[in-house]
């Protein structure tokens, strides 16, 4: 009886172990400083830092690790790094990638006449969706299964030009991959920030108007509304299990329950976690189920969603333009 609890004992030493030897690793970019920071938010260190010869606009990561895409306007190129060293690998055009939950050999953007599917160590590209009009665009994801893909047009004078009479797009654009399809959704606000459901049953759209847009994907998509909130909605996301959106206003994270009832339904009741800080910039998911945010002044907030309390609270570098995060082993930090 000793030796099955002496081995029981082991089994969840170990099975803690390996629970522990995963840390949370987020990657911020700085326009401001031209830099992407790499913290470990589990002991909360800053890992190093990645001094760049342009200023950051996107950040995306391969799902195996193995690459970190830097996209910079400043310079129209896109810095592919190790995402632990900053060592470059090359530079691409400008493009911003977005990648499927498991495929680390392709990544997805919009290009010219449509939606595309690149080959990540190579230059062989595939479309996939023929859509007439992809100019400006802004803000984009793609489902897990790479079925779906959503993107939000809005034009910004990167260049500084001084154009005053700029297009408004108060729509969302949802593309069926598998069919090659793709089709307006309007909105009647602005939209700044897009996210896809892990199921990709739906997608949300965060709007300049203080609310957000949730779209039931199919044939024929619906669409349900939060209420309009005082400040713009700068990130939207989902929980892990797909039941609830996250969304950010103001110095305010929200989150309310999605799902159908007779017709596409959004609760009406708004949990609300302040933060306490300067307005909400960017925000991403993690994997474990918590969330980190980032204000304009450079406060990183780790969100335990569970509990609706703030675990851990970082400075990193002002001017943060986007943040990515992973779970990685520590051996390999």
Sequence with gaps: MRSRVWIAAVAI?????????????????SGESERVEVLDLTTGEILTTFDLDA???????????????????????????????????KRLPYVHPV??????????????????????DGYDFEQLAYLPDTQNSYAYAVSAD??????????????GQGITDAPVYERVTVCNLEESTGQHVNLGAEPLCV?????????????????????????????????????PVRFVGFTPDGGE???????????TWVGYMDELWVSPDLQVVPLGGEEIVDGAVAPDGSLVV??????LSLVDLNDKKVTLSLTVEPGTTDLVVALVDEADL
């Design 195 to 231: 996210a896809l459901s892990p199921k990709g049953d739906y997608a949300a759209a965060g709007c300049a108007s203080g609310d957000v847009s949730l779209i039931a994907l199919g044939e024929e998509p619906a669409v349900a509304y939060t209420e309009e909130l005082a400040d």
């Design 294 to 299: 980032v204000d304009g002044a450079g406060t």
């Design 13 to 29: 030493l170990l099975s803690s172990a390996s629970i522990a030897a995963e840390h949370l690793v987020a990657w911020v970019a």
């Design 146 to 159: 790479a079925r779906w893909f959503v993107y939000a047009q809005r034009f910004v004078d990167w260049r």
């Design 99 to 120: 990648f499927g939950a498991h495929d680390s050999a392709h990544y997805y953007a919009p290009g010219l006449g449509g939606v595309f599917r690149y080959v990540v």
């Design 245 to 255: 959106i996250l969304f950010t206003s103001g110095d305010k994270l929200y989150t």
């Design 55 to 89: 200023a950051p606009t996107n950040l995306s990561l391969t799902p195996d690790l193995e690459y970190l895409y830097v996209s910079c306007r400043s310079d129209g190129q896109t810095h592919v790094l190790r995402p632990f060293t900053g060592n470059t690998v």
